[in-house]
């Protein structure tokens, strides 16, 4: 688990409810003992603004994601109510997942860990049977990051590996949702040269290796070294290892129809594909 230098400032990427909710919240998970960490966008902006990234987010997250690491139903529910104990926080309805702030904001609590059963999947008891797949999020824990802020917080956050990995599980279970594939393609646009130092002090071979890359060379030493850790992430995982591979591969197999391919904004679909591949490359240089 590494940690940023220099604290960010939250208000940059969020909202001030969402800041209230960090500032009741993260005190429950000390109390309760419970391990956490950020995933989804704003695990992204959080992780991007760390490395030095300073443009505002086109949308700035107004709800929250958090994995939390629990042991049983049980230890969720005492959770969960524990926060509904504090002003202005409820149950959902109908997703015993989700925690409603004033009427408006949602957080989602995203069980993994002892709680999770063989198939990887989450059954909670709720108005009707209530079954969560949530794969990968046991291997992302180990390779969490402390990302500080203004506001104090550390915050357990998602690595940008992690996040694209549970991004390209979340789109293949939900293809209609392209703003998975659009954070990818954010982070894969930006982390090059925010953070090319890292890059290359880890995997110092990657400028050699795609020197000929004409086109995208940032992007394409990013899904390179994206793709390595990823490969590292799911090396004790041999299911979700075969499921990531496949996803890529059937995007990459047949450029002109490939459904991610076509999602991202680069200049042409062969141009994502060719990104794409480095993400598979990647996975196999770690993994083979």
Known sequence: MSENYQPILLNKITD???IEILNAIIPVFKELKIEY????AFARDLELFAKGHDDPPTR?????DLAVMLSSEEEFNRLKNKLTQMDGFELHDTEPIKIIYKDK???D?????EIQNEKGQVELKAQKAFTLDMPGFSEVFGSTNIVKTDQGFELNVCSLPGVVLLKLLAWNDRK???????DIENIIRNLYWLDYEEIFDSEPDLNDLLEGEDNNFGESITGRYIGRK?????????SILKKVENIL?????????????KLMNFNTVQESVDILNQIYLGIQDKTK
Do not use: W
């Not at 700035?60 to 929250?64: G, V």
């Not at 591969?249 to 391919?261: F, H, L, M, R, V």
């Open 60 to 64: 700035k997250t107004n709800d929250l």
């Open 249 to 261: 591969s059937e995007s990459i197999q047949d450029p002109q129809n490939s459904k991610i391919g």
């Open 37 to 40: 960490f950020v995933v989804g």
């Open 230 to 238: 990823i490969g590292e992430i799911l090396k004790g995982s041999k």
């Open 109 to 113: 609590l995203l069980p993994f860990g």
């Open 16 to 18: 001030e409810v969402v």
């Open 176 to 182: 209609h949702r392209t703003k998975d594939i659009e």
């Open 105 to 107: 904001y949602e957080i």
